[in-house]
């Protein structure tokens, strides 16, 4: 197992948000690897990444953080997954397939995610008369021009790392199979749907856990 290979590392922390896709990416890329680790829950939502003792891990203020057992921080979830896959079939061996993962790993965090996510946000994290809900028509217009990039990708591929499934898969696919949350539908795209089937068929998947009651709540009525 690549996972296996890794050991002489030991044992990293992750300190993450489950729900977040930013954080679920790390998460889901470590159980495929098989990879031994700590997961320290951070409630992002209700003020966690604000406290003194985790601003001492990341200034920032963002999950995820990934801590190795020599006390070294990594942030920036894309970063991790680079990071976390070198050497193993979740990265490709070839520089030019190697620079094609990155560029769709900088597309998900440049051109996706500003958009996905932040109105999956909006919907499911903020009060219903918060005055960031007048942002969501323009953050749904340009997550759906970011998925019909992804569309047309994959008309002729099978998976955005190269020829077979890996990091930048498991970017892009974090935010994307919970679109609808920000009422960002998935209808009209056939391929991305077949897409995120395959990467649910992949071996060691887990899947995101569900938002809260209070959040799904909010979702539902937005």
């Given at each position: 197992?690549?996972?296996?290979?890794?050991?002489?590392?030991?044992?990293?922390?992750?300190?993450?948000?489950?729900?977040?896709?930013?954080?679920?990416?790390?998460?889901?890329?470590?159980?495929?690897?098989?990879?031994?680790?700590?997961?320290?829950?951070?409630?992002?939502?209700?003020?966690?990444?604000?406290?003194?003792?985790?601003?001492?891990?990341?200034?920032?203020?963002?999950?995820?953080?990934l801590?190795?057992?020599?006390?070294?921080?990594?942030?920036?979830?894309?970063?991790?997954?680079?990071?976390?896959?070198?050497g193993?079939?979740?990265?490709?061996?070839?520089?030019?397939?190697?620079?094609?993962?990155?560029?769709?790993?900088?597309?998900?965090?440049?051109?996706?995610?500003?958009?996905?996510?932040?109105?999956?946000?909006?919907?499911?994290?903020?009060?219903?008369?918060?005055?960031?809900?007048?942002?969501?028509?323009?953050?749904?217009?340009?997550?759906?021009?970011?998925?019909?990039?992804?569309?047309?990708?994959?008309?002729?591929?099978?998976w955005?790392t190269?020829?077979?499934?890996?990091?930048?898969?498991?970017?892009?696919?974090?935010?994307?199979?919970?679109?609808?949350?920000?009422?960002?539908?998935l209808?009209?795209?056939?391929?991305?749907?077949?897409?995120?089937a395959?990467?649910?068929?992949?071996?060691?998947?887990?899947?995101?856990?569900?938002?809260?009651?209070?959040?799904?709540?909010?979702?539902?009525?937005?």
């Amino acid at each position: 197992m690549a996972g296996a290979a890794r050991k002489e590392r030991g044992v990293i922390t992750v300190h993450g948000f489950s729900v977040s896709g930013n954080c679920h990416k790390v998460r889901l890329l470590l159980e495929q690897l098989g990879r031994p680790y700590r997961w320290v829950e951070v409630d992002s939502a209700r003020g966690g990444t604000r406290t003194a003792g985790f601003l001492a891990i990341n200034p920032n203020g963002k999950v995820p953080v990934l801590v190795r057992e020599d006390g070294a921080v990594l942030t920036e979830s894309d970063a991790m997954l680079f990071w976390l896959a070198e050497g193993t079939p979740f990265l490709p061996d070839d520089a030019w397939q190697r620079a094609q993962a990155l560029s769709w790993m900088f597309f998900e965090q440049y051109s996706h995610e500003p958009y996905v996510a932040v109105a999956r946000f909006i919907c499911g994290w903020t009060p219903l008369d918060s005055p960031r809900r007048a942002e969501l028509p323009r953050l749904r217009e340009r997550g759906h021009q970011a998925l019909a990039v992804m569309e047309r990708h994959l008309a002729t591929h099978e998976w955005f790392t190269g020829a077979r499934y890996g990091i930048a898969d498991i970017a892009l696919f974090a935010y994307t199979h919970v679109a609808p949350h920000g009422g960002i539908a998935l209808d009209a795209y056939p391929r991305i749907r077949d897409w995120l089937a395959r990467v649910q068929a992949t071996p060691g998947f887990v899947p995101m856990p569900a938002p809260d009651a209070d959040a799904q709540a909010l979702i539902d009525r937005s």
